[in-house]
């Protein structure tokens, strides 16, 4: 039976709310777009440090490009408390050897597991570093995205990190609308592949692109 993470992270929420604090979450983020409705969301909740680190992204140029726009709505997003915006090391080997042998996978496959493990890795090690409260990913409000295997990991590694992470399926609740409505507001880049070189093969179709 699936988990309604949606409902797992309302009833975090609840608590968080009637506790009347006010934790440090670190949000791992692939892009503006993904980001925008995820972080008028939370902003209520959470001091929060968008995280990007995404070595799957290719080329350079497109990694930058994202960065630079990653950067620019928490510039002009309106939120209450703190949000900020850390940028990981871009290290495309590192990538390309988590997913060796697997580069054939069809998206969606074992391939994309790796990915979201080598990511959310670095994020819940780099919370506990920090001494964050939560950490979290906004990968889930992509329809393209499995929310049960994201959390599975996060929790997973929430447990080996030792930090608290925050169950979340975003796209619930017209979360994914919300987010291409956030983009076309502020103008952001909106890009047509999820990032690595393997995701523009041409069996690979984005939302609103289906054909």
């Not at 968080?16 to 995820?38: D, K, N, Q, T, Y």
């Not at 940028?87 to 996978?105: I, N």
Request: net charge neutral; proline share 5%; with cysteine.
């Amino acid at each position: 039976m699936k988990t309604n993470y949606q409902l797992e992270m309302e009833r975090v929420l609840a608590r968080i709310e009637a506790s009347g604090a006010r934790p440090r979450l670190l949000l791992h983020s692939c892009c503006a777009p993904c980001s925008s409705a995820v972080l008028e969301r939370l902003t209520h909740f959470f001091d929060i440090t968008v995280f990007y680190y995404n070595p799957n992204i290719a080329p350079a140029e497109e990694f930058e490009r994202r960065a630079a726009e990653q950067i620019r709505l928490a510039e002009v997003l309106p939120h209450e408390g703190r949000l900020e915006v850390l940028r990981g090391a871009y290290d495309p080997e590192v990538f390309y050897a988590a997913c060796r042998g697997h580069e054939d996978d069809p998206e969606g496959g074992e391939r994309c597991a790796r990915c979201f493990r080598l990511r959310l890795g670095e994020t819940a090690r780099i919370a506990a570093q920090r001494g964050d409260d939560f950490f979290a990913t906004t990968l889930s409000i992509s329809p393209l995205k499995d929310a049960q295997r994201l959390n599975a990991i996060g929790l997973e590694l929430a447990r080996e990190a030792g930090v608290d992470w925050l169950p979340a399926d975003f796209k619930k609740k017209d979360g994914y609308r919300r987010s291409c409505e956030l983009s076309a507001q502020y103008g952001l880049y909106r890009q047509d592949y999820c990032g690595c070189v393997f995701s523009r093969r041409r069996d690979f179709r984005p939302p609103g692109r289906e054909q």
